[in-house]
């Protein structure tokens, strides 16, 4: 039978890191300790950076980092994750007179010196740290968003900024812009800010208003499915299907698509080549999907939102093209299992997890089916919506 991956305790993160800390540091005890989750989409892929509408949740897959104040300006950072061919830690100076914190290698260590770089309260101090993550990288789960948030947050011990939680959220994605060269929407750092336990979060990433929708049925699982298929946003594919969605609107005389209609693209389907009118439509009628999606959520009406979640798959697939060989084979799966109500890819593309909204008691036997269907090795996590960004007891 299948089974699924543990999520280990924050408890047990916290320790690791402060056992970490202690084989790094000399023996010295962290002084403050906080985590920040990685997030799942139930609906609304790409639709973040055209200032549309999503619906992601907060999970209880965290990164935790600990650390002290140091009385200089030294950084060192040490991280247990495993990391392809690069060092697992990173020494230097935070440079004066607002000079500005270059990125480098290892590149695991731009994320938090954009953070550094983009902190809303200055100057900072230096300080020694850990960090620990259950989000399993390039899993579309948003691991560097989850990074971002936790060094913030981390950097709020040290040195308090005014609190504000837009901010911060805007701050880590600025910190992803620049120093990791991702040109990412605000949905993953801001419900990794403001998550709630048993909420999902509708975001209008135009005013950057969130709503609490309610996800605490105990009659439901949201089973996430890691293909292990390894993505990289930093390549072409991201960038180049921002730049469609921008050309989109452009030519049709709009600040973004989300101020587009499906007859305003269809009245301008000459003026845009087949493939920018295929990208301009998968967003357009997402953003329409998402919003929809939330009121089923609202209702109870699980079938509907199953169905727009498949619908939101096959839009990723055909219009979008960011799926992939493995994650259609899951949702393919997943779908042929009675009690399944939708099942779709989340997070960027091209590999990572798919999302799986289901009748709890069909759960054993969706990962069963699963595992006999797919061709990959896949990885389990049942999950449920958990709280967002928090300092810790050490």
């Keep these: 039978m299948a089974s699924s991956s543990p999520v280990p305790s924050v408890e047990n993160m916290v320790a690791e890191a402060r056992r970490a800390f202690q084989a790094n540091f000399g023996g010295q005890d962290p002084e403050v300790a906080v985590c920040a989750p990685g997030r799942v989409n139930l609906i609304g892929e790409h639709t973040d950076y055209n200032q549309g509408f999503v619906l992601p949740m907060a999970l209880p897959l965290v990164t935790v980092m600990v650390g002290s104040r140091t009385p200089d300006q030294n950084v060192s950072i040490v991280t247990t994750t495993e990391t392809a061919e690069e060092p697992r830690r990173v020494d230097f100076v935070l440079p004066k007179d607002n000079q500005p914190l270059s990125p480098g290698q290892p590149s695991w260590a731009n994320y938090i010196k954009g953070v550094l770089q983009h902190y809303r309260a200055q100057p900072l101090p230096g300080f020694r740290a850990v960090v620990v993550s259950s989000v399993p990288l390039g899993g579309g789960l948003s691991s560097s968003a989850s990074l971002e948030v936790a060094v913030y947050t981390f950097l709020q011990q040290l040195c308090p900024d005014d609190g504000d939680k837009v901010a911060k959220a805007l701050a880590c994605q600025q910190a992803e812009h620049t120093h990791a060269g991702v040109p990412c929407g605000i949905m993953d750092q801001f419900v990794s800010v403001l998550g709630s336990e048993g909420h999902a979060l509708l975001i209008d990433c135009r005013s950057l208003e969130a709503t609490l929708v309610p996800l605490a049925d105990p009659s439901l699982v949201i089973l996430i499915t890691n293909s292990n298929v390894r993505h990289s946003l930093t390549g072409s594919e991201y960038p180049s299907r921002r730049r469609q969605c921008e050309e989109a609107a452009a030519i049709l005389g709009r600040s973004s698509l989300r101020e587009v ?134």
């Design 261 to 394: 209609s499906l007859q305003d693209l269809e009245d301008a389907k000459g003026r845009l080549d087949s493939v920018t009118f295929r990208r301009a439509r998968h967003v357009i009628e997402e953003i329409k999907r998402t919003t929809e999606a939330a009121e089923a959520l609202k209702r109870g009406a699980y079938q509907e939102f199953g169905k727009l979640m498949v619908e939101s798959h096959n839009s990723l697939r055909d219009h979008y093209e960011v799926s992939c060989r493995e994650l259609d084979q899951l949702v393919s799966a997943a779908m042929a299992v009675k009690g399944v109500y939708g099942s779709r890819m989340t997070g960027g593309g091209f590999g990572g997890c798919t999302v799986t909204l289901l009748e709890a008691d069909a759960v054993d036997r969706t990962m069963q089916h699963i595992k006999e269907q797919y061709h990959g090795s896949p990885t389990f996590y049942i999950t449920k919506p958990s709280d967002g960004a928090r300092v810790l007891n050490i």
